[in-house]
Every structure is written in C-alpha cells, then in structure tokens.
C-alpha cells in the first residue's frame, strides 16, 4: 500500500516527483501497528492520525476494537506535502508507518498506484 517515497532517486521510479501511493480515496488506508504509534508520540498522532471503528477493523484492533489510520486530507495522506506537479514529500518521513516503509517502489501495489491515481 502506501509509498514509501524513497529518496533514491531512480529515472523511472522518482517517489518525490511521484508520490501516488500516498493518495487513496478511502478515509481508512495507511494503518499504524503499535510501534508506529509509539515512535509517533502524542502530536503527530493527533496531527496525522486518525481513530477508527468500522468493521474489520474492530477484529485486529485493540481494546476498544479501533485501528488507527493516517488521516486522509483533500484525497492523500495528510503528511504528504503537495506542490502539484512539482514535488510529492512525506513530511514524517524519518517516521512513516511500517506499511509505507515496506512499500516497494517498482513492485506491483507501485505500479498500480501509477497507472491509476490522477
Ligand atoms: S507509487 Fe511508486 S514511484 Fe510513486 S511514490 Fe509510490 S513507491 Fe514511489
Ligand atoms: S506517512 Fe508518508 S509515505 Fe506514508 S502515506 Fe503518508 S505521506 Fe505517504
């Protein structure tokens, strides 16, 4: 899922000048697992994140049955910086949640994000 907008650069594969993976039109995409929310602290929590509850995820979630999320804003994960057409940053970069660290520019879920955001 989400991008881990690598700063190598390749000529193909520019996450700053890309940054699509980071754009989704569900309110619920990038999840946080609990190391992420420790290393977030209480601000960015509160800035970039949000709580939900909704179906599937009452079944992994903690104690009140609810998952946290990045807050999706104007289509795309709050913490993306956007100068459309220009640059595309991860603001948190140096602390995005494991599913964008894991995220593989060049493999299928990056491909995909290509060929069908904007
Ligand atoms: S879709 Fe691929 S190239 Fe674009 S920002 Fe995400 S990982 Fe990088
Ligand atoms: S945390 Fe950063 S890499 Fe992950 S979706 Fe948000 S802007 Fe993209």
Do not use: W
């Amino acid at each position: 899922m989400v991008g881990g907008l690598e700063t190598e650069k390749s000529s193909e594969f520019d996450c700053v000048a890309c940054g699509r993976c980071c754009y989704h039109d569900q309110p619920n995409y990038a999840l946080l697992y609990p190391e992420d929310i420790a290393a977030f602290g209480p601000e960015n929590l509160a800035k970039f994140t949000t709580r939900s509850t909704l179906s599937g995820a009452a079944l992994r979630g903690g104690e009140d049955g609810s998952e946290i999320y990045m807050r999706m804003e104007h289509g795309h994960c709050r913490a993306l910086e956007v100068i459309p057409g220009v640059s595309y940053k991860c603001s948190i970069y140096s602390n995005r949640p494991l599913v964008c660290r894991i995220f593989e520019p060049g493999g299928p879920e990056c491909l995909e994000a290509r060929a069908t955001v904007r």
